[in-house]
């Protein structure tokens, strides 16, 4: 028996976008009050709308067609621009209720004006943003790192979703930028692809280039389970799996599952290891415990996480000390604002630590903001990030 789903959220949301075209309406016709600017303006919010829905109901059988692409992309930088314009023109409203008079033309030129910014901005994020990767340094210092390894340094990065990229150059930007750093260790923490192994398949070429000297070493996320896509049967999906550990492989990467390596350097050394995916609503796969075993509480360990949830519920209660641990998952939602001292996402009501290091007293955690992307095929403020983390001792104990 199907599970029977309510019409009032779909009512409450339809009342809502209905609201705000109205307002947004309402301010253009300050600037004109040409009669054909109503219908040709709700005619074009419709039709927007009734392509999201039935690419959304033909989502099931054609999957996200060329047509969901189009309209969810469509529709999102419309609600954005149009949110954006019905904030600036409530605050000029209020102004206005509080000095008298009517609404200034000016004031809804400048939110028109910021409308068509958001508009250029969003799609600067589609066509050149998802790809205009950055290098982000961090250096962590430790009272109990060996000697051997004082700056000794990491490039991370996360969250290719290979299934998303389109452009083999712009990819290979990102390659370069990531062998340019010359780093002693490279990691991948997690979701290689989007759902299916065959993903990551024309991009071997690209992502085996990356070579560090003491070793490449990667986790799974929780996308490359194979969890978000319909099966045949539960043979294909472990057949997928299978398949994605073994192009791992191919890539020259060490996949860590649930286990750990020891990194020598000068005859000292130290633990990095890796779980499989653990995190609050995604699954709780990993186990720390595991990946620990045989591990002295006093040596000096890395954790490749994917999920930063595992963090706090698991990493810093674990019965020795974890000193580093790296992850990703977030994409820092794609979207955001980092300029300025400002440090914003929509992601931050999800997770309250998203991007970048946090931690004290040696113990640290960093968050990746990802190579790749995935549903929205963009990223506006919230760039695809490389990151180089150096581990120095700190000053007293050199």
Request: charged share 20%; glycine share 10%; net charge positive.
């Amino acid at each position: 028996m199907k599970r029977k789903i309510s019409p009032i959220p779909f009512i409450i949301i339809g009342l809502l976008l209905f609201a705000l075209n109205w307002l947004v309406l309402s301010g253009v016709h300050v600037i004109s009050q040409n009669p054909l600017i109503t219908p040709i303006f709700w005619g074009f919010m419709i039709l927007v709308t009734a392509c999201l829905v039935l690419a959304i109901f033909r989502m099931r059988d054609n999957g996200m067609d060329i047509l969901f692409k189009i309209a969810t992309h469509a529709f999102l930088i419309l609600f954005v621009a149009e949110l954006i314009f019905a904030v600036l023109l409530l605050a000029g409203d209020i102004y206005r209720l509080a000095a008298g008079g009517p609404r200034s033309v000016y004031w809804v030129e400048f939110c028109i004006a910021i409308l068509i910014l958001t508009v250029f901005i969003f799609l600067y994020g589609i066509i050149r943003g998802k790809y205009a990767y950055r290098v982000i340094r961090h250096t962590l210092y430790f009272n109990d790192l060996p000697e051997q390894f004082d700056g000794f340094t990491i490039t991370q990065i996360s969250d290719v979703h290979a299934g998303s990229f389109r452009n083999p150059k712009a990819v290979k930007r990102g390659i370069d930028l990531i062998k340019k750093q010359n780093s002693d260790l490279f990691v991948f923490t997690g979701d290689l692809v989007n759902n299916k192994a065959e993903e990551i398949k024309p991009w071997v070429g690209h992502f085996s280039q990356i070579k560090a000297p003491y070793g490449q070493f990667s986790i799974l996320g929780n996308h490359d389970y194979g969890d978000y896509v319909k099966w045949p049967n539960d043979a294909e999906k472990r057949q997928n799996l299978q398949q994605l550990k073994q192009y791992h492989a191919e890539l020259g990467y060490r996949l860590l599952l649930d286990e750990h390596v020891e990194i020598f350097k000068g005859g000292q050394k130290i633990i990095l290891a890796g779980v499989e995916n653990w995190g609050i609503g995604f699954g709780e796969r990993g186990d720390l415990k595991k990946a620990m075993t045989g591990v002295n509480p006093s040596d000096f360990k890395i954790l490749l996480s994917h999920d930063p949830t595992h963090w706090a519920a698991e990493v810093v209660k674990f019965s020795s000390k974890i000193h580093l641990t790296l992850s990703g998952h977030t994409h820092g939602m794609q979207f955001g604002i980092e300029a300025f001292g400002i440090k914003w996402s929509p992601v931050k009501y999800r997770y309250a630590h998203w991007a970048g290091v946090t931690g004290q007293e040696g113990v640290y955690l960093n968050i990746n903001r990802g190579f790749g992307f995935l549903g929205f095929s963009g990223r506006v403020g919230i760039w695809p990030e490389v990151t180089v983390i150096e581990l120095k001792r700190t000053p007293e104990m050199s």
